[in-house]
T-cell receptor
Framework: GAGVSQSPRYKVAKRGQDVALRCDPI?????LFWYQQALGQGPEFLTY????????KSGLPSDRFFAERPEGSVSTLKIQRTQQEDSAVYLC???????????????FGEGSRLTVL | GENVEQHPSTLSVQEGDSAVIKCTYS??????FPWYKQELGKRPQLIID?????GEKKDQRIAVTLNKTAKHFSLHITETQPEDSAVYFC??????????????FGKGTLLTVNP
């Protein structure tokens, strides 16, 4: 497809379960971002990849959160031992611009809504 | 780090009226200020952006103004239509250490255009 694709769209997990959220960015986009959007709030930065390199993970809330992009395209955000406070929409975004070139338009996916019971 | 404040949190206007949403930022090194529109349950989509080398940018019914001295920027929508109803987010980039990719978003403004 032409846009950023995320799966699953909805995930319900019991507290303590591990979850994995997938992002397919726009083909050829160098940069990939994960953002967390709590209900009624703006997106908050989690982590940034340029190709396969994770250049910034300063926004990850705890060591239970892990992201990877091994081949520089598809990315997975993994959350271990989920807690209720992890409930949010997780947005993936990609951009054709790299960190050195400058800020370019972010193209967001529809998000994965995680509910932890 | 960057801090972005957005006001108002909700805005209700009559169709055809103008709407203005204001944001302030804290990092004087920020140089990129996008605005995103998010309809309920949908993805955020860029509607307009401005870089720090200009003070105003227009695209049909939408305009953005930037005051670098005061560190604030505003979104102006004229001749509002019901399809403009959505949540609008402002954002500013962090521009430290040569890396300017990280966007900090405001908390959003729920705009309702009443027919």
């Amino acid at each position: 497809g032409a846009g950023v694709s995320q799966s699953p769209r909805y995930k319900v997990a019991k507290r303590g379960q591990d979850v994995a959220l997938r992002c397919d960015p726009i083909s050829g986009h160098v940069s990939l971002f994960w953002y967390q959007q709590a209900l009624g709030q703006g997106p908050e930065f989690l982590t940034y990849f340029q190709n396969e390199a994770q250049l910034d993970k300063s926004g990850l809330p705890s060591d239970r959160f892990f992201a990877e992009r091994p081949e520089g395209s598809v990315s997975t955000l993994k959350i271990q031992r989920t807690q209720q406070e992890d409930s949010a929409v997780y947005l993936c975004a990609s951009s054709s611009k790299g960190v050195v070139v400058g800020t370019g338009e972010l193209f967001f996916g529809e998000g994965s809504r995680l509910t932890v019971l | 780090g960057e801090n972005v404040e957005q006001h108002p949190s909700t805005l209700s206007v009559q169709e055809g009226d103008s709407a203005v949403i204001k944001c302030t930022y804290s990092d004087s090194a920020s140089n990129y200020f996008p605005w995103y529109k998010q309809e309920l349950g949908k993805r955020p989509q860029l509607i307009i952006d401005i870089r720090s080398n200009v003070g105003e940018k227009k695209d049909q019914r939408i305009a953005v103004t930037l005051n670098k001295t005061a560190k604030h920027f505003s979104l102006h929508i004229t001749e509002t239509q019901p399809e403009d109803s959505a949540v609008y987010f402002c954002a500013a980039n962090s521009n430290s250490g040569g890396s300017n990719y990280k966007l900090t978003f405001g908390k959003g403004t729920l705009l309702t255009v009443n027919p």
